[in-house]
């Protein structure tokens, strides 16, 4: 019953390090999508996908790129990490069937230093 | 593109007594408005939704209002305890060219006090 699994839930980076957020959906979703959630500002949607070989960006997308090479799986990344994205990062997924239930991971602390 | 405000981003209250959020959305084409809690160190879960062809829905302690003309809904928490402490948010969204982008209110921050 592992629903939607984030690695890793807290990394620490020093500015312009790189690094990747994994995350895992074993409820076979359409949609994924990666959040970003700072105090007082709520869930910003950051970038998106609608199914396997496809990204959208969202809200905030600068500074990150993704990849769905496989449908149970949204990467993000930072390639060059900033202090401005220190953040609580969530990853989410939907069936796609119908505006529905999203379906999320229990975040990944990123710090940089 | 979509715009959510919620309100109050804190509310404080004694256990028992009720609790109400409000949210209110820009985009007259949204017509799903699901709302989420999240506990401390957890991802948010759905508590409850309601669709545009339904103007209320309750689930025990919890209902949600909907007025499509003035763009708003409301949760509403009865006989509040203090397991209800959370932050919750609301959220409204559309699908949008085979998209289904969920747009969420900055959250609200449920106390409650024994």
């Known amino acids: 019953n592992a629903g939607v699994t984030q690695t890793p839930k807290f990394r620490v980076l020093k500015t312009g390090q790189s690094m990747t957020l994994l995350c895992a959906q074993d409820m076979n979703h359409e949609y994924m999508y990666w959040y970003r959630q700072d105090p007082g500002m709520g869930l910003r949607l950051i970038h998106y996908?609608?199914?396997?070989?496809?990204?959208a960006k969202g809200e905030v997308p600068d500074g990150y790129n993704v990849s769905r090479l496989k449908k149970q799986n949204f990467l993000l990344g930072l390639e060059s990490a900033a202090p401005s994205q220190t953040s609580v990062y969530f990853c989410?997924?939907?069936?796609?069937?119908?505006?529905?239930?999203?379906?999320f991971g229990e975040g990944s602390r990123l710090t940089v230093l | 593109g979509e715009n959510v405000e919620q309100h109050p981003s804190t509310l404080s209250v004694q256990e028992g007594d009720s609790a109400v959020i409000k949210c209110t959305y820009s985009?007259?084409?949204?017509?799903?408005f699901p709302w989420y809690k999240q506990e401390l160190g957890k991802g948010p879960q759905l508590i409850i939704d309601i669709r545009s062809n339904v103007g209320e829905k309750k689930d025990q302690r919890i209902a949600v209002t909907l007025n499509k003309t003035a763009k708003h809904f409301s949760l509403h928490i009865t006989e509040t305890q203090p397991e209800d402490s959370a932050v919750y948010f609301c959220a409204a969204s559309t699908r949008t060219g085979g998209s289904y982008i969920p747009t969420f209110g900055r959250g609200t921050s449920l106390i409650v006090h024994p």
């Open positions: 996908s609608v199914g396997e070989g496809t990204t």
């Open positions: 985009d007259s084409a949204s017509n799903y």
């Open positions: 989410a997924s939907t069936s796609g069937t119908g505006a529905g239930e999203l379906f």
